[in-house]
């Protein structure tokens, strides 16, 4: 790819209370257990539509696995040669979750204030950045605006966006 121009770039997510679906092209939805459909985990127990499965409440200690994950991922990236990464935290994914207070009903310190909701992706930033060469960009994906009344707002993203570009230059 490098030899004809390109630039091989790798995006790293987590599909949390969207996982365990049918391939788009045939359905949508869960996939039931007997279709090796698997249990879902997502910031609160709030599936991503009232026909999906019901993600189980992630525990801190499921929230540093998934951010050791985040940042094993960022060293495979780095070690196969891919020269960009980019987070994903739009479109319902895990990270997405944690942001929209539509689907974080968190009580802790990754729920409830703008603070607390961005915490997950502020520290999925830094587990990537801590694996990622500091002159190769990490970009980060956000869905803008949830679209829905009481959900992620364009301001939020906004605030977002400056606090991640102050985290990835650490």
Request: proline share 5%; net charge neutral; hydrophobic share 40%.
């Amino acid at each position: 790819m490098k030899e004809r121009g390109g630039v091989p770039g790798i995006q790293l997510a987590h599909a949390g209370r969207k996982a365990s679906t049918a391939v788009p092209w045939l359905g949508s939805g869960s996939l039931s257990d007997a279709d090796g459909g698997w249990a879902t985990i997502g910031p609160s127990a709030v599936p991503f539509s009232p026909s999906d499965r019901i993600p189980s409440a992630m525990t801190k200690s499921d929230i540093a696995a998934v951010l050791d994950a985040f940042h094993a991922a960022a060293v495979r990236a780095r070690e196969a040669g891919f020269d960009v990464v980019e987070l994903h935290a739009a479109h319902g994914y895990l990270a997405h979750s944690f942001l929209s207070s539509l689907s974080n009903r968190r009580e802790d310190e990754y729920g409830g204030s703008f603070e607390n909701r961005t915490r997950f992706v502020l520290a999925a930033l830094r587990a990537v950045r801590a694996a990622w060469p500091g002159d190769r960009p990490v970009f980060v994906r956000l869905s803008c605006t949830d679209w829905v009344e009481g959900g992620w707002t364009p301001g939020e993203s906004v605030d977002l966006a400056r606090r991640l570009r102050d985290e990835g230059r650490t």
